[in-house]
């Protein structure tokens, strides 16, 4: 279990993010058009998992526009959003903001991909949501980068995830 805080007050998550040099678990997300996405769809490319609460906070919001920003000059790499808001809700924020160069996924239907990265609450105001993070996958499936952000309200580390990409 991972301990986390939000705005100062002591929660919890599930358990510990999957550890760095591990293969990343498979998982189905929700897409934008209701279509589900799993992990081999990315095969051969690099992987961001950008993981939060909602995208309707605004550091979760702010993490998605600059991983858009982030997004437009990688190479052969994708960015996840991932969150358990609806896909309707994802992409009208992304249509209001002109968010183009991620791509959003929800785990609202079963929570699996919450369970098998360990990422969900299981005490505090925000139980079932996801909690901050950021996983860095190789063009392999490993995982070569994983933040666990401590306290909810903060921003990951966004320049040790690109670094993290570019050593990848």
Known sequence: MASL????????????LPA??????DFRLTKADLSTATLADYKGK?????IFPSIDTGTCAQSVRQFNKDAAELE???ILCISKDLPFAQARFCGAEGI?????????????FGL????DFSEGPLVPLHSRAVIVL?????????????????EPNYDEALQALKNA
Do not use: C
């Open 5 to 16: 805080t939000l705005q100062g007050n002591k929660i919890a998550s599930i358990g510990n």
């Open 20 to 25: 760095v040099g591990s293969k990343a678990p």
């Open 46 to 50: 690099k992987v961001v998992l950008n």
């Open 76 to 78: 052969n790499t994708t």
């Open 100 to 112: 183009k160069n991620v791509e959003m996924l929800s785990d609202f239907r079963d929570g699996n």
């Open 116 to 119: 098998a990265y360990q990422v």
């Open 138 to 154: 190789d063009a392999d499936g490993n995982i070569v980068h994983a933040q666990q952000v401590s306290e909810i309200a903060d």
